[in-house]
């Protein structure tokens, strides 16, 4: 069946980096758009990055542009987020999902159908 297990938060300082993991399993990774989103406590989960299966377009928040990078491994059935520059405002529990249909649409997060579990990042300043 199709899962996504997240692994790589923690806590860091402001300014550190940390490299998040998605694996995938029950699918290709590379057949599906994949999606990063985030939500942090008594807020609504906000889309952070997607990328594109057909060509590799990536998009962003614009908060996180310049700072993170999704990509992905298709040996590894992988997608990661490289986050770097780390910022407090971007402590939250980091979820990756696969996205359902065409990449229009890749900011809402009712067009993905699959979600990981969430790992915690928490930036302290």
């Known amino acids: 069946q199709v899962q996504l297990v997240e692994s790589g938060g923690g806590l860091v300082q402001a300014g550190g980096s940390l490299r998040l993991s998605c694996a995938a399993s029950g699918f290709p990774v590379s057949t599906y758009h994949m999606g990063w989103f985030r939500q942090a406590p008594g807020k609504e989960r906000e889309f952070v990055a997607a990328?594109?299966?057909?060509?590799?377009?990536?998009n962003y928040v614009d908060s996180v542009k310049g700072r993170f990078t999704i990509s992905r491994d298709n040996a590894k059935n992988t997608v990661y987020l490289q986050m770097n520059s780390l910022k407090p405002e971007d402590t939250a529990v980091y979820y990756c999902a696969r996205k359902m249909g065409g990449y229009t649409g890749y900011r809402d997060l009712h067009r993905y159908d699959y979600w990981g579990q969430g790992t915690q990042v928490t930036v302290s300043s």
């Open positions: 990328i594109a299966w057909t060509d590799g377009d990536t």
